[in-house]
């Protein structure tokens, strides 16, 4: 068991993923069995950083649908809306938003420039082996752009669905894995993965979603449907090599079509009246991407390994948001994202001490537009860099790790960047561990592009500054710190495993692009930074945390969980004789006391029920009072349940769920939607509606309780 | 409110669990594999009355806790044997050490000697 655990955490750490035990499978077939066997959420304590395994046991529990609900029973994940019209969510790590956290597919990047806003719903969850999230800052290796955290995600490899079919005590179950899954909201999806043997080397699998949604619905009443309808087409297709000498490698084939639209629904008016003009939003995405990773372990020392990973992408999209009347606010945007990245790793160990050092090159070619009343731009730019890294592993006792790293990127645009990384872990007994990490990261951002939902408003756009909105010059760098502690109890209690984890973390900033909407009305969008010869950050999270893992009998598992985070940012307020001051104030729209707690259980007869119960507390959003700043209301504390009963076949399972049982919703979700007075829904010619409409004061749920039925069948 | 009773109540399942009165038992278990720890263990675990199972691949130990009340310590050997392992009370029949895998043939010495 530690031999695996060792073993793991050398070549496959960098290149195939930190959990992946296929180069191990070969060697040592049945620890492999133990090792998969755990629990849905597990953390390694042997792993230096604070990183929580997702498996695919736990995955089960939210059965819908992609990587951005995977994280529900999650503490330490936060899902929100963008806006109340596109229906995109977005992930939500230490109060921050996702794109500050590396998001990586089997370590190359997931949810990066244009997809920064959709990429995790790109990502079918039945397409997911298991998740590793690292609160915290990564490794120096994996990329210059991990501030809160790192999300890994890996996705099923041909040898995951062969050898469940070959495995000893499969009995007929089969490489084909189905699922189907329909929701009360008219969502819908099918997925599929197969997985063939070719020959003793080679594998090659297939991975397909389609998903979609046809029915509008409008529960609220407020003429706008509750989330768009449109489809996702999904494909994937992956070859595996297991070769002599040392040799494997994985090539895969992604290509997608993505298209959403939503807006006002004509049949919520009266009949007779002109719904030509209705508010409507369109969006149109597709990707392609080819992937291929290789490596190579000295077969003669273990401990000395080459990896190569070399990705080409190209990604398309088109929006457009309004209504065509020309008192509204009618924006369409463009863009284009083609680019490649490839890496070489090198991996050595003597003993104690072992290192791993990269070369990365990579290469963005982007190609945007928009056109808005306030704004006209288009640009093309080339970001493109070279990184040098090389992180440091000393572990001189099963105890004790540190791990130091420095990265050098000599970027395009950020020029010159130096991000030192360090980790410490430190495990006195076996149930105690400790673990302290700090380190830097940056990022470029699309300051309007990444958060295109939030144009779902008649709030003027404002970007004062000489840069360009679109992104693409030092303007868009954002730079942050990152500090955090843990510690980690795992206990015997009344003869059953528990855990008691506490974690805090700070992350600051010295250049951060800020969103501002405590103005009524406006959307300033502003780029600030530290001043020189000041230290005071511009934006921080500090957030700390309490959960508690406990099994109460063989067949109760039990979660509990408390976090709190405070998120600040500098904003500038706005001074009518000109120029302005700053002033550090609460980011909108997160809840800084969040609980959860999750109970699972099984019950004879193969039944399974899991509830997860989650509280938000009050959070602020931006006010509607024209003569204040900052503009500040509060959303009220809410609750939000979730239960779902499962009963597991020998071919596979059939789940009923239900979501927010306690139909929690937010009335309003769209201002200026409805008429005041009478309630009812409002055409974009209403000047009403002209000076009102915001869909992007969204806190809560729009659809409230909802009910959904899914299968899983393996053939 | 509703939500405070649901958390109450969760946190008084461990106290409601503890409860219950407890032994343990240890017995030598035939078995070669981490296939074998699983058989074993689920068959344990399956029984009502059985708390926690635990077989050691090293020492060929297995440790059960249960509550005497509702499972006799025979039904444990029998349990396990039924899945074609050998305590030291009860030994598999022929037909039960047939169904395991290739692999967890115990009773095979080449099967034994390839797993050290």
Redesign the interface.
Known sequence: MYRLRYFALLFPFTLFGQVDTTLYSRLQI??V??YE?ANGLSINSKSSTLQVNISRTELRKAACCNLSESFETNPSIDVAFTDAVTGTKQIQLFGLAGKYAQIQVEMTPLVRGLLSNSGLNFIPGSWVHSIQLTKGIGSVNNGFESMTGQINVELLKPEDLVEAAEA??AEGRGDIQLNAYLNQGGRFEVNEAYGVRINKKWMLSSLGHFSGRQQATDINGDGFMDNPLGYQVNGMLRARYFGQNGWEGIYTFHALEDVKEGGQIARAFAPGTNTESLWSSAMKQGRVAFTSKMGWVNPDNPNQSVGTIFQLYSHQMKGSMGSDLPATLHSQWGGAQNGGLAQILFQHGWGTLSQTSSVLFLRDQYDLSITHPMLGQGQPWVEQGVGLSSEWTWSPLPSFTAVGGVRYDLHSIAGHQFSPRFHLRWAPGEKHTFRFNAGRGFRMALPLLEEWGRLASQRTVEWFQYGQVLGGDILSLETARNFGFSYQWSFL????TGSLQADAHLTQFSKAIIHDYWTPGVRAIYPTQTQFGSERPVMTSATWGASLF?H???R?E?R?AYRFQDLQAMYVMPNPIGGGYGRMLSVPFVAPHRMM?H?SREFKGDWTLDAT?Q?YSKQPIPGIDPWAWPSVDYAPAF?LLNAQIRKDFAHGDLYLGLENV?NIRQAHPIDGAMDPQTGSPLLPSDPYFQSNFDATRIWGPIFGRMVYLGTNIVL | MKKRLTLIALLFLPVIAMAQKKAEVRFQTDGVCGMCEKRIETALLAIDGVWTADWDRESHETYVVFNPKKVKELALHQAVAAVGHDTPQVKAKDEDYAKVHACCKYRNEDVTKSHH
């Open positions: 049945e620890e069995v133990i066997a000893p005590g209690l009344n003869y059953m406990y109460v009998d063989k109760t039990l509990i707690a109970l119960l509280r609750a306690l």
